[in-house]
């Protein structure tokens, strides 16, 4: 296989959703996916609700096989809390250069460990990513849940979103994508522990468990749409990355 997905601990993740396909400046397609399973009972009594589950973004290189995590990039999510009366997240900036190990060697992806700060077992919550993250421009999004165990509960979720080729929220101070006060993107950032500014990269819209998202193209500003599990909605402002124009032209001569 071009790739086994295992965790820290090396112990396999399921992988049940979609997958996402693009391609980089250099042609080489990059594959994108999250681990985690939400099918059968099983999946939501523990050990499974203490399960850490990633999300991957790999390039791949036609035979070469990516022999695990030590050849992709490590990301993180290096925030979790309030903002603007909604809970959110930042996963890691982009510094540049670091797509690039220690050895000089491009990395062959990122991968980003649903778990929040401070990493504790008291975080592992069981979150996945169950759905198909969606291509927009240089951005991927996907939608997380986290199951409950109680019957009265449907869950939590998350709608997140980072870099296609990198994986993280962006540079430091760079405005972001969601905008969750409605103020425009501008002013959607987090200070994190290393008292860098970050850009917030995931939103819960309290709608429970989110499906997959739509992205409605607009104008200047797109808008994100997904679903509940109690049956309503949430939307989000989006910040318009798409690629927009001629992309290549083919010239006819009539001899």
């Known amino acids: 296989p071009l790739f086994s997905a295992t965790d820290a601990s090396n112990n396999p993740q ?11 400046s250099t042609l080489k397609p990059w ?15 523990l050990p499974n609700t203490k399960s850490i589950q990633t999300w991957y973004g790999i390039r791949d290189e036609g035979s070469t096989a990516i022999s695990g995590r030590s050849v992709l990039k490590q990301r993180s999510i290096a925030f979790a809390g309030e903002f603007a ?8 900036i982009q510094v540049p250069g670091d797509m690039t190990d220690a050895q000089g060697n491009d990395y062959k992806g990122w991968y980003l460990d649903l778990i929040n700060p401070p990493y504790g077992t008291d975080q592992q919550l069981g979150e996945r990513i169950v759905g198909t993250p969606v291509v927009r421009g240089e951005r991927i999004l996907v939608s997380s849940i986290t199951p409950s165990l109680d019957p009265c509960n449907e869950g939590r979720g998350f709608l997140n979103e980072v870099g296609l080729f990198t994986g993280a ?3 430091e101070n760079e405005p972001g994508y969601l905008d969750v006060n409605g103020n425009g993107y501008g002013d959607d950032t987090v200070t994190l522990a290393n008292g860098k500014v970050a850009a917030i990269s995931s939103v819960d819209l309290n709608i429970f468990m989110p499906t997959d998202a739509i992205v409605l193209a607009g104008g200047s500003d797109d808008l994100i749409v997904v679903g509940g599990s109690q049956g309503g909605t949430g939307t989000s402002p989006y910040r318009n990355s798409r690629s927009v124009g001629r992309i290549s032209w083919h010239e006819m001569i009539n001899n």
Request: charged share 15%.
């Open 14 to 24: 399921p992988i049940t959703g979609g997958i996402a396909i693009a391609y980089d």
């Open 31 to 45: 594959i994108y996916f999250g681990t985690g399973s939400y099918i059968t009972n099983a999946d939501v009594q």
């Open 85 to 92: 009366d909604k809970y959110v997240r930042a996963v890691d």
């Open 169 to 171: 929220s962006g540079y």
